[in-house]
């Protein structure tokens, strides 16, 4: 334990009751005040990048899966066999093939590029695309009738909505009586969909399998497979047996290798962010070492009697230690309360800030994702708390063996 109930009660002492000028006292206040900013930025600002990653990270990977398998010159032949082979791998929750193409859609005159997945029956229904928020719309006779999905994003360019026509446009030619031609066709908008990932909610168009294929003529067969697995992290030892089972017949891309630049930038971040926000704890904790410099000095008097009184040196010590540990981890205990409430309102937060500046304080087509959200990780925290009580310590060591090592009759005479 720390000191005894006599060190205890000065520091107590000291703490609780002003001194005559009450300066050092809010210095005191101050210095409680910075830490809890310093942890608050920390934990809060952390949580919102961790939020801002996961969401990013499920956003890409709900979209394209956790290893693709793409065919040569756009065909997988066997898609059927490759399918059913992968889907018995352990550790593989789904796999999905379809056909994928860039078009351009168009309405009345606007018109996007966007990028057309051609779907299994049993991936284009609410189960199949649980990972997507339907806005409008349904997906019930979507392949009977030859609808398409289409992204909000890219329904609000267009101006359409579900029960519009939307003309897709393929850029491959098709050869006819009266020379090369391209081929188009308006199919129905059954439902507007959310995905999560504003770069594909302003491109993604969706449509049943058969009638991609119909459409982009490429037979019986799909231009890629996307693989799920129960957890992402398990693509590295899993590669070898998706690539064992595709053969030569395609290639195999895990997920690290979709966005290798935005994933090791990302893994950067997070510690540059860390270390930058320390910076913060660091500067106030000077406030901590300078009151407790003021206070050695305001209190120099009563030093001298405790000495004389029998106190040693290494009591004073602690007194002063006990003093500076107190003020630093109120700081840290107020700053991890106010941290949990930003945490838990932070969307609340966004509303009103953006309510009382007119701004929008998070556009999905700069922030890349559609909401902020924040995800506390335990470990930050944790060491957001050891290195600011580290830091604490740290800066009550120099005022406490200055306190010890006062000469009480010195200091008497001048008295």
């Known amino acids: ?41 920390l934990i809060s600002v952390m949580s919102i990048m961790n939020g ?61 590029g966007a990028l057309v997945r051609g779907l299994p029956t049993e991936h284009l229904n609410s189960e199949g695309m649980a990972d997507v928020t339907i806005l409008n719309g ?57 995905i999560g990932l504003i770069q594909f909610d302003e491109s993604f168009i969706g449509m049943p399998l058969a009638e991609a294929q119909r459409f982009f003529r490429t037979d019986d067969s799909v231009s890629n497979i996307e693989v799920f697995l129960d957890d992402p992290e398990k693509i590295d030892q899993l590669f070898p047996d998706l690539e064992q089972i595709v053969g030569r017949d395609a290639v195999v891309r895990g997920w690290r290798s979709f966005n290798p630049a935005l994933i090791g930038a990302l893994q950067t971040e997070r510690v540059a962010m860390f270390l930058i926000l320390s910076l913060i704890i660091l500067v106030a904790v000077f406030n901590v070492s300078s009151s407790l410099v003021m206070m050695v000095k305001e209190k120099s008097g009563d030093i001298a009697i405790l000495r004389t009184m029998g ?29 949990s409430l930003i945490v838990s309102y932070i969307e609340d937060i966004k509303n009103f800030v953006e309510w009382a500046t007119g701004m929008t304080m998070w556009d999905p087509s700069t922030r890349w994702i559609s909401e ?44």
Do not use: C
Request: glycine share 10%; aromatic share 6%; no cysteine.
């Open 1 to 41: 334990m720390l000191g005894s109930g006599f060190e205890w009660g000065v520091a107590r002492r000291y703490l609780l009751r002003p001194p005559s000028d009450e300066f050092i006292s809010l210095n005191t206040i101050l210095s409680v005040v910075a830490i809890a900013l310093g942890v608050t930025a």
């Open 311 to 339: 106190a040693t040196q290494k009591s004073i010590r602690r007194i002063f230690l006990i003093v500076g540990l107190s003020v630093g981890l109120s700081g840290i205990l107020a700053g991890g309360i106010l941290s």
């Open 372 to 415: 902020i959200r924040a995800d506390v990780n335990p470990t930050e925290v944790v060491m957001t708390i050891l290195v600011a009580i580290l830091l604490s310590f740290l800066a009550t060591i120099v005022p406490a063996i200055r306190a010890s090592r006062l000469d009480p009759v010195a200091i008497l005479r001048h008295e």
């Open 52 to 112: 801002f990653r996961a969401g990013l990270m499920e956003s890409i990977l709900g979209h394209q899966g956790h290893a693709v398998v793409y065919g040569y010159n756009g065909q997988i032949l066997n898609y059927r066999t490759i399918t059913e082979r992968l889907t018995e791998i352990d550790g593989v929750v789904r796999v999905r093939p379809y056909v994928e193409a860039q078009v351009m859609a168009t309405k009345d005159g606007r018109s996007h």
């Open 138 to 194: 349904s997906l019930a006779n979507i392949e009977d009738e030859g609808g398409l999905v289409i992204g909000y994003a890219l329904a609000r360019r267009l101006g359409v909505t579900v029960g519009d026509s939307v003309t897709i446009v393929s850029p491959n030619t098709i050869s006819t009586p009266f020379g090369s031609s391209l081929r188009y066709l308006a199919y129905p908008v059954h439902a507007v969909v959310e």
